[in-house]
């Protein structure tokens, strides 16, 4: 049995008229605990979670994960995400806002006083202005602009500032975490770790990034908590916007964020230095027109500059 998709792979389906509805005994044998008979489902997206050969022909066949419910799929009737499209669309809800609007505040130009919000589809381009979004949800964007691609949360991290990840770097896990992770496992989930841990707890990143797609909810905290240095780490708008200002220009320069103020740390080793800070928060609060410098009491320390952050 040869196939490019493997088990732990994002992908799209592309033919729904290939689903299996009334195939209790394959979704048995793949596990699927929440299988059941789906409807139109052409264009929705998944995690391949098991991969068995149909055992009345020669079919192969993929329990696919699709949030609310598995199903069960010709193999070909998947596509693998991987390509980012050209035009594509994401809408902004409560659960990704807080890395979509990050990855629109660093990239907009001349919209900051027209944030995008909750409910609004984020864009690649707007197709009229430079605004980046559509006031209305996807559908209601798609409806009107077929022409773009919707694309998932783990798409869009590909497109967004994140750190880099080596996807086929060979890491090293304790086989106590190994053992944890197994004996938690359900039986696709064991095949899984089979194909792709050794008994000594050697993997690469591709795996582990695998394993957290086909985790329960539960799980999936926990294994990125477990790997950080497998997964993208996307900054927060206030972390790009002090990015973006770059560092003060003087001898050991200092900014570190506290909740939603930044700290401009007040060198006193020479007027230039002193000036300099200074001159940072303003190049900051005129780059942020909504935040502005603040006076701390309650600290009662003279040795850092505040600005209050509003987005």
Partial sequence: METKLKIGDRVRITNDGSIYSTYEEMAGIMGLSKWKSCGAANGMTGVIVSIKEHTGCDNILAGVDL???????????????????????????????????????????????????????LLSTHPSDSSMYFCN?????????????????????????????????????????LNEYYEAATASQREFINDNFTIDGTTTVASIIGLHNIACD???????????????VTKSAIELAVDKTGNPNY?????????????????TANKDWSFAAFEWVIKF?????????????????TDYLYIQWND
Avoid at 82 to 105: A, F, G, R, S, V
Wanted: proline share 8%; net charge neutral; charged share 25%.
């Fill in 285 to 301: 609060c005129k780059k942020n027109p909504r935040s502005y410098p603040v006076h701390r009491n309650e600290h009662n320390t």
């Fill in 137 to 177: 949800d996807l559908d209601g964007f798609l409806g009107s602009h077929p022409e773009y691609t919707p694309i998932t949360l783990e798409q869009f991290k590909l497109i967004s500032k994140t750190k880099p990840v080596d996807t086929n770097k060979t890491i090293k896990i304790s086989r106590t975490l």
């Fill in 218 to 232: 539960a799980w999936k905290p926990t294994i990125k908590a477990n790997h950080p240095e497998c997964f993208p």
């Fill in 67 to 121: 949030g609310e419910c598995e199903i069960i799929i010709n193999l070909k009737a998947l596509e693998l995400l991987n390509d980012i499209p050209k035009k594509w669309c994401i809408q902004m809800t409560e659960e990704n806002k807080d890395i979509l609007y990050p990855w629109w505040k660093e990239n907009i130009v001349g919209w900051n006083g027209c944030p995008i919000h909750e409910g609004y589809t």
């Fill in 251 to 267: 001898s050991g320069c200092n900014v570190k964020i506290e909740d939603d103020h930044i700290l401009v740390k007040l060198p």
